[in-house]
T-cell receptor
Framework: SQQGEEDPQALSIQEGENATMNCSYK?????LQWYRQNSGRGLVHLIL?????REKHSGRLRVTLDTSKKSSSLLITASRAADTASYFC??????????????FGKGTKLTVNP | ETGVTQTPRHLVMGMTNKKSLKCEQH?????MYWYKQSAKKPLELMFV???????ENNSVPSRFSPECPNSSHLFLHLHTLQPEDSALYLC?????????????FGEGSRLTVL
């Protein structure tokens, strides 16, 4: 099974509301990253949080990391229609065969209604 | 604009065709990656090149053939593809080959195999 899994799979909110997405992972990590993808486009890096950090902010984004629960959350405050996109967490993980790699989840599809 | 350019953006090919996807990065990075993104599946790592040498091949069928002539360019040669190979193919780069840093993605090449 995959390393990172986002929850919920889809989220629909009104403009101005906050959006919270969660990511759970299975093995210990060095860092966890969040990416955003507009429909049919490439992924854009949002924020990286290291395993020894508990919280990080970037503009309207707030990321938390709880290594004891192996989970992270991404909070987008005061959402805008332009925030509509899919959001992915990615963790560095040891894959089968002994090689380390960056593993992405299936993503949370966020829709912000005007 | 992420500094990673992929061409073509859209490609339709028959199962007997031979085509190539091109990726160019203008960031001075040393590592380049090919990912495959299919509907409802996590991003799948296909190949990794570091300083023009292939360092990872994720059990990808031989009908996909990568080429990295220099650290700025990466190709994915396609031949005898199957309809299930239809997907968004994403190129990414990073400063160095290591899984603890940010990846910069291109906009992707949407491939349809008829």
């Amino acid at each position: 099974s995959q390393q990172g899994e986002e929850d919920p799979q889809a989220l629909s909110i009104q403009e101005g509301e906050n959006a919270t997405m969660n990511c759970s992972y299975k093995t210990s990590i060095n860092n966890l990253q969040w990416y955003r993808q507009n429909s049919g486009r490439g992924l854009v890096h949002l924020i990286l949080i290291r395993s020894n950090e508990r919280e990080k902010h970037s503009g309207r984004l707030r990321v938390t990391l709880d290594t004891s629960k192996k989970s992270s959350s991404l909070l987008i405050t005061a959402s805008r229609a332009a925030d509509t996109a899919s959001y992915f967490c990615a963790t560095d993980a040891w894959a089968q065969g002994g090689s380390e790699k960056l593993v992405f989840g299936k993503g949370t599809k966020l829709t912000v209604n005007p | 604009e992420t500094g990673v350019t992929q061409t073509p953006r859209h490609l339709v090919m028959g199962m007997t065709n031979k085509k190539s996807l091109k990726c160019e990065q203008h960031l001075g990075h040393n590592a380049m990656y090919w990912y495959k993104q299919s509907a409802k599946k996590p991003l799948e790592l296909m190949f990794v090149y570091s300083l023009e040498e292939r360092v990872e091949n994720n059990s990808v069928p031989s009908r996909f053939s990568p080429e990295c002539p220099n650290s700025s360019h990466l190709f994915l040669h396609l031949h005898t593809l199957q309809p299930e190979d239809s997907a968004l193919y994403l190129c990414a780069s990073s400063q160095d080959f290591e899984w603890h840093g940010e990846l910069f993605f291109g906009e992707g090449s949407r491939l349809t195999v008829l």
